[in-house]
T-cell receptor, first 111, second 115 residues
Framework: DAKTTQPPSMDCAEGRAANLPCNHS???????VYWYRQIHSQGPQYIIH???NNETNEMASLIITEDRKSSTLILPHATLRDTAVYYC????????????FGKGTLLTVNP | EAQVTQNPRYLITVTGKKLTVTCSQN?????MSWYRQDPGLGLRQIYY???????DKGDVPEGYKVSRKEKRNFPLILESPSPNQTSLYFC??????????????FGEGSRLTVL
């Protein structure tokens, strides 16, 4: 599975957009990009995923570069409750739905 | 409400005393799995189940057992717990066992301490 690189921490002002980058330069053609977040020690929460195209849902947008070597998760209007560790995960469509969580990015939303 | 429910949420036990952490999902998911989370090591998969009566080892299965007799339940069994099994445990489920077919839902976690 491709390795991902994320900044260890980021800050964002409440109400502003939070843009979380992820580098996955060794991604292969059949690997998905997933984003999860974990608030304190709660269970990881799914945010969004994509394969090639940009994706948007009620929580966030996922922008994947054309060469697929990097992506950006966008939280359009960050709130204090968005403070969490955000994980960018790249996985192939194997027969075991196993996600490999790295260290992630600690996003702190400030008032 | 769609959810994965784990019990107990917190447990302190002693070495060698068998315990079971239950996991139940109400989404009719075929796939279920267990992870443990430790500082500096991230989340690691213990066991997974593609469907009823089908289970397989994940990355760190030693010291654990599982069973999948019903679709909704996937208990994690520690036959003889040891201190190195002190950890935060998460159960997860998905519609199917293939990445890209839907999201993986996680439970709220069970914090286990073995003395």
């Amino acid at each position: 599975d491709a390795k991902t690189t994320q900044p260890p921490s980021m800050d964002c002002a409440e109400g502003r957009a939070a843009n979380l980058p992820c580098n996955h330069s060794t991604i292969s053609g059949n690997e998905y990009v997933y984003w999860y977040r974990q608030i304190h020690s709660q269970g990881p929460q799914y945010i969004i995923h994509g394969l090639k195209n940009n994706e948007t849902n009620e929580m966030a947008s996922l922008i994947i570069t054309e060469d697929r070597k990097s992506s950006t998760l966008i939280l359009p209007h960050a709130t204090l409750r968005d403070t969490a560790v955000y994980y960018c995960i790249v996985e192939s469509g194997g027969s075991n739905y196993k996600l490999t969580f790295g260290k992630g990015t600690l996003l702190t939303v400030n008032p | 409400e769609a959810q994965v429910t784990q019990n107990p949420r917190y447990l302190i036990t002693v070495t060698g005393k068998k315990l079971t952490v239950t996991c139940s999902q109400n989404m009719n998911h075929e796939y279920m799995s267990w992870y443990r989370q430790d500082p500096g090591l991230g989340l690691r998969q213990i066991y997974y189940s593609m469907n009823v009566e089908v289970t397989d080892k994940g990355d760190v299965p030693e010291g654990y057992k599982v069973s999948r007799k019903e679709k909704r339940n996937f208990p994690l069994i520690l036959e003889s717990p040891s201190p190195n099994q002190t950890s935060l445990y998460f159960c997860a489920s998905a519609p199917q066992g293939r990445i890209g077919t839907g999201e993986l839902f996680f439970g709220e976690g069970s914090r286990l301490t073995v003395l």
